[in-house]
């Protein structure tokens, strides 16, 4: 990029960075300062971003999201668009494919040259789960032991990695519609942990949810998962999953909470459902971070309703092209 970037040399040429480079150049704590300070923007008028455009696949249903954003600041600023997919039956095939597939686009915000084309996929999962974990650092200052992850799929398994990394829980418990997948990953996790039962498996979503310090939702279906009477008080909640109805809460769970979200172009054009509930948004996890609003009461029960942004994106895709540049030349 020509602002703050040292490597003039890589300034006019076209980068691709493949998704085994993005991996190695991810890191938990730099992915989840550019997300907190994205955040941060959003509620400070420095990020630029309308609701994201969603064109479905006639037939298939499958849908193609577009995501242009700006994000003004000297470390992460950034001119980008995401191009993210959601195809259902992907996880299905004979040689199984993410359902959520991206690619983004990073251009230069003085002249609009594209710079480079990055490998999304990673990016958005790391993202997302570093978004859940900022939104759960400002709406849950409290002790953390028992972790509630509901679905045992890419969403489910890298909260799982990224909340024991930043909040060490005494107990991560998992929850899938099909027992044999959260048994597998609850396997899975402790062996690359290095424990024996802080990941375990739960048969029945009740068991999973009652008493934990901190929910998340991560699946794909559309039906209900955590019911209110379940809900310990004071518990927070990061709903992740983007379904039409929003249905893994169940109603009485978001009329009971103060519930949050990461924007509000955003929270206008998808979270129609929760709104004709009754519920009022109380604002942005932005506004936490920059102090335009107060941090809820200890007790009170929270949900931050996540959508993704582009300008999460757009940070994460200057941290990575500059990482890139700087360990390659
Ligand atoms: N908020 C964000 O920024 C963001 C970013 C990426 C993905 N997502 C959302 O996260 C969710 C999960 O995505 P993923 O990549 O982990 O998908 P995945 O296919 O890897 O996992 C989906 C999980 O949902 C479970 N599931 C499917 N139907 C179900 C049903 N009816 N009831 C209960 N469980 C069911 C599956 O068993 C599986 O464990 C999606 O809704 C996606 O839109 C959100
Ligand atoms: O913000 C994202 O990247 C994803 C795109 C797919 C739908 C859910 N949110």
């Not at 998704?19 to 420095?46: C, I, N, Q, Y």
């Not at 668009?81 to 996880?91: D, G, I, Q």
């Not at 991560?172 to 899975?188: D, F, G, H, S, Y």
Request: glycine share 6%; charged share 20%; net charge positive.
């Amino acid at each position: 990029m020509s602002t703050n970037n040292n490597n003039n040399n890589n300034n006019n040429k076209l980068v691709y960075i493949d998704d085994h480079r993005v991996r190695h150049l991810l890191d938990w704590d730099k992915t989840f300062k550019a997300v907190e300070k994205s955040m941060e923007s959003v509620a400070a008028g420095r990020a630029f971003q309308n609701a994201r455009a969603i064109t479905t696949i006639p037939k298939t249903h499958n849908f193609l999201y577009t995501m242009p954003g700006y994000l003004n600041d000297s470390k992460y600023g950034a001119l980008g668009c995401k191009l993210v997919s959601h195809f259902p039956e992907n996880p299905n095939r004979a040689k199984p494919l993410p359902y959520v597939l991206a690619n983004i686009l990073l251009l230069d915000p003085e002249t609009s040259i594209l710079k480079a084309v990055i490998a999304g996929t990673d990016i958005t999962n790391w993202r997302t789960a570093a978004a859940s974990a900022v939104a759960t650092k400002y709406l849950h200052r409290k002790e953390n032991n028992i972790l509630a992850i509901m679905g045992a799929g890419v969403q489910g398994r890298i909260h799982a990695i990224a909340f024991q990394h930043f909040f060490k829980f005494k107990e991560v418990r998992i929850w899938n519609r099909t027992p044999e997948r959260a048994q597998k990953l609850a396997v899975e996790l402790n062996r690359e942990h290095n424990t024996k039962n802080l990941f375990v498996a739960y048969d029945k979503a009740e068991d999973c949810v009652r008493n934990a310090d901190v929910i998340v939702t991560a699946t794909t279906g559309a039906s209900t998962l955590v019911k209110c009477e379940w809900i310990k008080k004071g518990a927070h909640i990061n709903a992740v999953a983007v379904n039409p109805n929003n249905r893994e809460l169940d109603d009485a769970t978001y009329k009971a909470s103060q519930v949050y979200i990461d924007n509000w172009n955003g929270a206008r054009s998808e979270l129609n459902g929760i709104k004709e509930l009754g519920v009022e948004f109380k604002g942005q996890i932005g506004d936490l971070i920059t102090g335009a609003i107060h941090p809820p009461e200890s007790d009170a029960i929270t949900v931050f309703q996540s959508l993704g942004m582009a300008v999460e994106d757009c940070a994460m895709a200057r941290l990575i092209y500059d990482l890139h540049l700087s360990s390659s030349s």
